[in-house]
């Protein structure tokens, strides 16, 4: 099972990123896993950050803020409306790059998961810091869960019912597989591996294909597809989910939202990088269109 020792939560202080700290809440009580919010403050002087201060937030949420007076004080504000059941430790970090501030603190803390906000502005902008988020899910050392605007929703109320794991078999794919599982297992949830067939297959044979062969090429092809992920299932996870495999067809960004969409799914799960030789080595278009159009917390794993 995946292991969540330390999760990050970079916040702003708005409501978006006050939602993605009770999803991280709620996912730190599942894994009993430390928890840190990050408020990187670009306003104040390098020479303040050796100020201390510790506050109590309530019986169950401590937290330790470290940084300016003022920005501390604010931060444990926002981590008391948050209303987290667990220990929180928030900081405070002065840095003229928030990007590069993020990153160096998952690093510095071994995070093996970053949960951040949305705001909903334009395409991928339209994320918490930015550009400075497509920058942090581009080149996070671990796993990030992006936590789209909606209903504000208290911690104790955040669960998955429906995970949809997006599969194209390339190897952060498979390792997003594993994260939805282990979630799926904690939240008791259904989970559904679809596959988007973007080519189709006569496009992917040589001969030319009759009509009357077209459908049998295509249900050859789907079959095939099925039975590939359906190998990927682990014996045992029976004893704690439910598993379905599904196919779709077309553009993969569209085809994943749609199908999120028609099984209200309240996570999606894929891999950050896909086959092509440019999704390789850069934050992958296609995850790049579900993070910007989903209305669920997307997790992207490499």
Avoid at 7 to 30: E, F, K, N, T
Avoid at 282 to 290: C, E, H, L
Wanted: proline content about 4%; some cysteine.
């Amino acid at each position: 099972m995946t292991k969540i020792r330390h999760i990050l939560c970079p916040v702003d202080l708005s409501d978006p990123s006050l939602r993605a700290l009770q999803h991280a809440s709620a996912l730190a009580g599942w894994y009993e896993s430390s928890l840190t919010a990050l408020y990187v403050d670009t306003t104040l002087s390098i020479e303040g950050a050796s100020d201390f201060e510790d506050f109590a937030i309530a019986p169950s949420a401590v937290v330790e803020a470290v940084g300016s007076t003022t920005a501390a004080r604010d931060l444990r504000t926002f981590v008391g409306r948050a209303s987290c059941r667990t220990a929180v430790n928030a900081v405070v970090e002065e840095s003229s790059s928030i990007d590069t501030a993020i990153l160096e603190s998952a690093r510095r803390l071994s995070a093996d998961l970053i949960v951040m906000g949305t705001h909903g502005r334009l395409g991928v902008q339209r994320l918490l810091l930015g550009s400075v988020a497509e920058k942090v899910l581009r080149s996070s050392p671990c796993p990030v869960m992006v936590v789209p605007p909606h209903d504000s929703v208290l911690p104790s109320t955040v669960s998955f019912t429906h995970i949809v794991c997006a599969m194209d078999f390339s190897e952060s794919s498979l390792a997003g597989l594993r994260w939805a599982l282990s979630l799926a297992e904690e939240a008791d949830a259904h989970l559904s591996l679809l596959h988007v067939i973007e080519v189709p297959p006569e496009l992917r044979v040589s001969a030319i294909v009759a009509d009357r062969n077209l459908d049998e090429l295509r249900a050859a092809f789907d079959a095939d597809t099925l039975a590939r992920l359906r190998s990927l299932i682990p014996a045992h996870a029976a004893e704690f989910c439910s598993v379905e495999t599904a196919t779709a067809q077309g553009a993969a960004g569209h085809a994943i939202l749609q199908f999120a969409a028609e099984r209200k799914a309240d996570l999606i799960v894929m891999g950050a990088q896909g086959h092509g030789p440019l999704e390789r080595w850069i934050f992958g278009s296609k995850t790049r269109d579900v993070v910007s159009g989903a209305t669920c917390p997307v997790l992207t794993v490499r």
